[in-house]
């Protein structure tokens, strides 16, 4: 079955660094498009940064370009999140998400929660001013 499991999150002050990690088991990891999404209970759920199957970036949200960077490994089946110079609006539950199609289906990847299917439980960034 799919699984995605996140680690890597955590307390920082405002100006640190966090590296957090998606492990994917369970399906053809290099035929989806991955993606980063966070959430916190005043907002919706939003794409943070979503990256094709080869590794090339497809996505980054306005507020954390210049300071986040995607990647993936796929022969390790991992999805990983560069976080730099954190602020407190980066506080938030971190999950990565799979698309729901795979990338021959459509062609290009997409950063709307309704369009990926698999969730991983989520990994909690809290950044102290």
């Known amino acids: 079955q799919v699984q995605l499991v996140e680690s890597g999150g955590g307390s920082v002050q405002a100006g640190g660094s966090l590296r957090i990690s998606c492990a994917a088991s369970g399906f053809t990891y290099d035929s989806y498009c991955m993606a980063w999404f966070r959430q916190t209970p005043e907002k919706e759920r939003e794409a943070v940064a979503v990256?094709?199957?080869?590794?090339?970036?497809?996505y980054v949200g306005d507020s954390v370009k210049g300071r986040f960077t995607i990647s993936r490994d796929n022969k390790q089946r991992t999805l990983d999140l560069q976080m730099n110079n954190l602020v407190p609006e980066d506080s938030a539950l971190y999950s990565c998400?799979?698309?729901?199609?795979?990338?021959?289906?459509?062609?290009?990847?997409?950063?709307?929660?309704?369009?990926?299917?698999?969730w991983g439980h989520g990994t909690q960034v809290t950044v102290s001013s």
């Open positions: 998400a799979r698309d729901r199609l795979q990338f021959w289906q459509r062609g290009w990847c997409l950063q709307t929660a309704p369009d990926y299917d698999y």
């Open positions: 990256i094709g199957p080869g590794g090339r970036v497809e």
